[in-house]
């Protein structure tokens, strides 16, 4: 009787055994009965469902629906593209192992376990209390039965090691990104064996570029363009946040466009080119990723910078100066470049004679004083101790400090920061800044010597007095020689008279500095020899200066080698009777032409 029982329970357990059994689907079928829909669609996408409809045996830890929820806006979607098949193949293989592994047999394993799924690479298998985990995902519902494996419900999608390429698609941040690395034909490259790093703008980031930019760049047509914009973002080798808090900052870095980028810190943000790194060291299976808030364009070099950037003024200059050559060199450079208002703050004239081809050394001077041949973002000036020195091409410093927030070059402020070039960058000033000036320079720069300038150059003074001095020169203004007789001035300039100017503009200069402290401190009045002979008569009226009839209008105006004191009447040396006769000739003839052009004018 008993063996009877036991009979009929064999007989029954084997009837049900073989109804479940006939019950049952293949994997892909179970996973459409267990309404896992996204991965089902993920599966057609990916042509996986003859595979997985064969014979296995497979364990297939299944995301559901809300595990694909999970992942950023827009990736699913973006997956299940077709120019995105193999990636979404990989990432469903990662979910498959070909074995036959229900949970019972798993958790009899010494936990965690790796677990070779179809792509070849692991899964750690481990126990979060009494569920399954496979890497971060939950085992929400083992062993779903079906004829060709088994299928245990997870909670998360589980990503293997990716490729830079297929990061940045399983990210969502970088749909703008794959697209034009796609169209510029660098996808094959950037799934290679690299390593690169790639600083990695976000869709955001393209955003921020004028209207139209990014649809134009993706058109074939443009396509050398985009190439070179997208290899800009690219360094050859592995480049760590690590390594980079170990450079010497700023630094310049190669990139495989050929083109350096400057990478610098500002605070513990790690900047480039001024883009600011918002997320570092993602890992790719060839190399990393940092993620930046801007698109990095190729600059070009500092002179077409300045002419994009439309300093048409400091560009004019630079020309005139002849120093586009050194500024396209190699640098690296920093310039703090006036724009053309910090242009227009210099006296009425000024630009105009300085870019004349007699001031060229004056206006390279004044140039070169912009120019550092260093590399000074405002990461690196957050790193000084301000005020600072900084050493200029001209020779000499500037002083860097700060006013607030603002930065300060010497009493200029800069009102656009690290604009970057090819060979350096740009900080926009809204002053032009002036070294130490010879008398000369200082008397081209200050607009109101222009008939003096002219008048030292004609006389062939000016070495004499760019020499090293030092001078005290009593400078008559451009209105101190048009209070002189008509025609005075250009008959002095004439070749024939250049004895007779040169020993009037001696006249003006004494061979030693003599400050107004000097002058104060003299038993006036008191003669003063001249550097031409002769003397003149310094003494006070009031609380003013006079040298002979000349009224002293400013005092102390210094330069690298002596002093000027301006004065408002061009002082005549005591001459000879020689000179003397020709003086009253000339002014003679002066007033004789008058007469006659008046009585031809009245009849």
Do not use: W
Request: aromatic share 6%; glycine share 6%; charged share 15%.
């Amino acid at each position: 009787m008993q063996l009877r029982i036991i009979t009929t329970f064999a007989i029954l357990f084997f009837l049900q055994t073989m109804r479940l059994q006939a019950q049952l689907v293949d994997i892909v079928q179970t996973a459409s009965n267990e309404n896992l829909t996204t991965l089902v669609t993920a599966i057609t996408a990916a042509d996986l469902v003859t595979a997985l409809k064969g014979t296995g045996p497979f364990t297939v830890f299944a995301p559901n629906d809300a595990a694909f929820n999970k992942l950023p806006d827009g990736v699913v979607a973006d997956l299940v593209k077709p120019e995105n098949k193999a990636t979404l193949s990989k990432i469903l293989q990662y979910h498959v192992t070909a074995q036959n592994l229900t949970s019972t047999a798993i958790l009899a394993m010494a936990l965690p376990i790796n677990l070779t799924m179809l792509t070849s690479s692991n899964t750690i298998v481990s126990k979060n209390g009494a569920n399954l985990k496979v890497n971060d995902g939950v085992v929400v519902k083992p062993d779903v039965y079906a004829t060709n494996g088994i299928i245990h419900v997870l909670d998360s999608v589980i990503l293997p090691a990716l490729d830079i390429v297929e990061t940045a698609v399983t990210n969502g941040a970088f749909k703008t990104l794959v697209t034009a690395i796609r169209a510029a034909g660098l996808e094959t490259t950037l799934k290679g064996t690299g390593p690169f790093t790639v600083f990695a703008p976000t869709d955001a980031a393209f955003n921020k570029l004028p209207p139209g930019t990014v649809a134009d760049l993706l058109k074939p047509e443009n396509k050398d363009k985009l190439v070179r914009i997208l290899q800009y973002h690219v360094l050859s080798g592995r480049v760590s946040s690590a390594d980079i808090n170990g450079m010497t900052l700023p630094v310049q870095v190669n990139t495989v466009a050929n083109v350096q980028v400057i990478v610098d810190k500002n605070g513990n943000t790690i900047k480039v080119n001024g883009a600011t790194v918002t997320t570092i060291d993602v890992s790719n299976t060839n190399g990393l990723i940092h993620v930046i808030d801007q698109v990095l364009l190729p600059p070009t070099d500092i002179v077409q910078t300045a002419t994009d950037q439309k300093f048409t003024t400091l560009v004019t200059a630079i020309t005139a100066a002849d120093l586009v050559t050194a500024l396209k060199g190699t640098g690296p450079f920093t310039v703090f470049a006036p724009n053309d208002a910090a242009f227009n703050k210099l006296p009425d004239g000024v630009v105009a004679d300085l870019v004349k081809p007699e001031n060229k050394a004056t206006l390279s001077k004044i140039l070169q004083y912009h120019v550092t041949p260093n590399l000074i973002t405002t990461g690196a000036i957050s790193r000084m101790v301000l005020p600072a020195n900084v050493s200029m091409l001209a020779g000499g410093s500037i002083i860097v400090s700060k006013d607030g927030n603002t930065v300060k070059v010497n009493n200029a402020a800069v009102i656009v920061a690290d604009v970057f070039n090819s060979n350096g960058m740009i900080h926009a000033i809204d002053s032009v800044i002036l070294p130490a000036l010879d008398i000369v320079e200082t008397a081209v720069t200050n607009g109101i010597f222009k008939t003096l300038v002219t008048a030292i150059r004609a006389a062939g003074l000016e070495a004499t007095l760019k020499g090293t001095g030092p001078f005290t020169v009593f400078a008559p203004t451009d209105a101190a020689f048009n209070k002189l007789p008509n025609g005075t001035v250009a008959d002095l300039l004439k070749p024939e008279n250049k004895e007779k100017l040169t020993n009037i503009l001696k006249y003006h200069v004494i061979g030693k500095r003599v400050s107004s402290a000097d002058i104060n401190a003299m038993k006036l009045p008191e003669k003063v020899e001249m550097l031409g002979g002769g003397t003149v008569t310094v003494t006070k009226d009031g609380n003013s200066i006079k040298v002979n009839d000349a009224l002293i209008t400013k005092v102390d105006v210094t330069n690298t080698n002596g002093l000027i004191h301006v004065i408002d009447t061009v002082l005549m040396p005591v001459v000879s009777s020689a000179m003397s006769f020709y003086l009253n000739q000339v002014f003679f003839t002066i007033f004789l032409s008058g007469m006659l052009l008046s009585y031809r004018l009245y009849v």
